[in-house]
């Protein structure tokens, strides 16, 4: 029994071990199966069309998974799918769980190849698809999706052919097409008549020639004695069935290498532009000209043989003319630039454009350009003018009136300058001194200015007001510069900064003379000689002019009582009223220089001294006229005068100039 017990309980407990081997077993299994509907995502595929889906073929092609009929398992949310079928094009789609789980797929069927050659071998055909060009081949090569097609082949030496063809999935077409060459003529002349013609190398007879040909390019050759063979190619097309043609032939060469002195100049060939290295037909007649300006010009004839080569060589001579150079006055004559003579004067020239200067100290140098000519003299006239009188002629502007400076021009008749003996405040250095005119005279309207001065001595200023404390050689050196600003002869001579003498027929600006200055204070535009600027009452009216009025009170001796004019010290030029002449601040604002030597002594009374310049020689110079320190009437009388050396804040000037 005992035996019998431990065997039952050695089999319940093999028994116990398979049951939980089964069980572990069973475990793994649905562990397993449970970890593949988590970890794997399933997609269904459709493919379209029907007879595609008859043979569809999947395939993971990335991710891991695996198919199952038409549905596809992938590890993961992702994967790649190829689809593909017989005669089919394989798709490669993605699949995604974002997506969906459902798919259609719609295949495209693989088209026909299609391959069309021509009977003739005809190259260069045009192949139309359905009246659409395909492509310019030999053969057509393409591929057809599934269809029914009409195919044109096209070219220009054969008539147009169709043929239809119907393509079938992944099928093969192989067609030929015969072509009908077209047919036509080729017609062909030349100048000269006679010309032997060759066709494809094979000789066919003489121009005028007319042969009939089926379409296609031809080759020819024309020749003929003493010219040069031409080849064509001439071609029957649908376009051109019955060509035509007109040959020219040209004559045999020959080479010409020419020569010319001097070089430069225009070489032709019978009438025509040529390179001195030419070539020319042979055995006709050629005439060559050679021509060059300032030359006399050659011509000869040549004649050669088919390739003969010939040098001809061209030598001009100089062409000449007589040139006459004339001028109103003596002058110098410079041709390009070289001193030749004096007008008058004659010269044989080259016929060439050239250049001439006529050239006189104190004028205008005038420049002229001129062609002398081998058929008649040519005379070269010049006016010679002053620079001044040049200006004028073109209308140009003075250099004063770029300043501003504005002149006014007076002829002054004879009067007595200086006050009368009996005139209440008169000072006794008032030299009565009879003058007369015989010049007109040109005078500035106002007093010159800060900024006027300063274009001459690059000084910056930019006042109106009148220039000041200036010298009289200063003053004399401004009017010298202003006449170099236009051509004209300066009146003082200067050593250094100092006035030594004068040029009296000189037309430069200048300072006015005593004379001139009293004559516009006094006498312009008036009946009668005044005693002040404004006339002869001793009264002054409200705004006269720039005077010693009440604001210089207390800083002088001497003020006009209870008058007012404005200003303290200077006032710009022009502030007050013009005088009966048009002149600005003759009565006031600043003293002004004039260009006589002062001398307390005066000349004869008894003589009449024309166009006055005053005593040769002295230390100081005459200052005319009021300014604004003059603070008593007398003071303001036309006939004022005083001497100084130096400048002072109270002297300025005016500018004038002779007319003529």
Known sequence: ???????????????????????????????????????????????????????????????????????????????????????????????????GANYTVQLEPLPATVTITTVQGATDIRWMLNGQLLETADVLKTELVPGTYTIDALHPAFEDAAITVTAEIAGEINETISLTPIAGSITLESTPSGAQVEVDGVVIGTTPVSLQRPGGAYPISVSYAGYQVLNDTVSIVKSERAPQRHYYLKPLQATLNVVLQPSGGAFLINGQPANTNASVDANREHTLRYEKAGYIAQAKTVTLGPGERSKVTFELAPEMGQVMFTANLPADVYINGKKVGTTPYKAAMQTLPASVEFKKEGYRT?????????????VIDAEILREFEARRQEGRPLFVDSLGINLIKIAPEAFTMG???????????????????????????????????????????????PVTNISWDEAAAFTNWLSEQEGLSPFYVMRGNRVVGVRE?????????????????????????????????????????????????????FILTGYND??????????????????????????????????????????VFLN???????DLHVVKGASFKSGRMKELR???????????????????????
């Open 419 to 465: 006050s009368p003996v009996n005139e209440i405040g008169r000072i006794r250095n008032e030299h009565n001194v009879q003058v007369d005119f015989d010049r007109q005279v040109w005078v500035s309207r106002h007093e010159i200015t800060e900024s006027q001065y300063a274009a001459y001595n690059k000084g910056g200023s930019k006042s109106d007001k």
């Open 1 to 99: 029994m005992s035996n019998i017990d431990a065997g039952i309980d050695k089999d319940k407990r093999n028994n116990r071990w398979i049951v939980l081997v089964c069980v572990g077993l069973g475990g793994a299994l649905i562990a397993g199966y449970l970890s593949w509907l988590f970890l794997f995502n399933g997609f269904v595929i459709k493919v379209m069309p029907e007879n595609a889906a008859r043979t569809q073929s999947l395939a993971v092609t990335s991710g891991i998974g695996f198919v199952s009929g038409n549905s596809v398992y992938v590890l993961g949310k992702e994967g790649t799918v190829a689809v593909s079928a017989h005669q089919y094009k394989t798709r490669t789609i993605t699949v995604n769980v974002s997506q």
């Open 505 to 557: 027929g000189a037309r430069g600006y200048r300072l006015p003379t005593e004379a001139e200055w009293e004559y516009v204070a006094r006498l312009s535009r008036r009946a009668s000689p005044t005693k002040y600027v404004w006339g002869s009452q001793e009264r002054l009216r409200d705004k006269q002019g720039n005077f010693a009025d009440e604001s210089m009170k207390g800083k002088q001796t």
């Open 366 to 378: 005038v420049p002229k350009s001129f062609t002398p000519s081998a058929r008649q003299q040519i």
């Open 612 to 618: 006055y310049l005053g005593e040769p020689r002295g």
């Open 638 to 660: 036309a006939s004022i005068r005083s001497g100084s050396a130096e400048g002072e804040d109270d002297i300025g000037f005016r500018i004038a100039r002779y007319d003529q």
């Open 566 to 607: 404005g200003h303290v010290g200077k006032s710009p030029v022009g502030s007050f009223g013009a005088d009966r002449g048009g002149f600005f601040d003759i009565d006031g604002n600043v003293r002004e220089w004039v260009h006589d030597f002062y001398s307390v002594v005066g000349p004869s009374p008894d003589r």
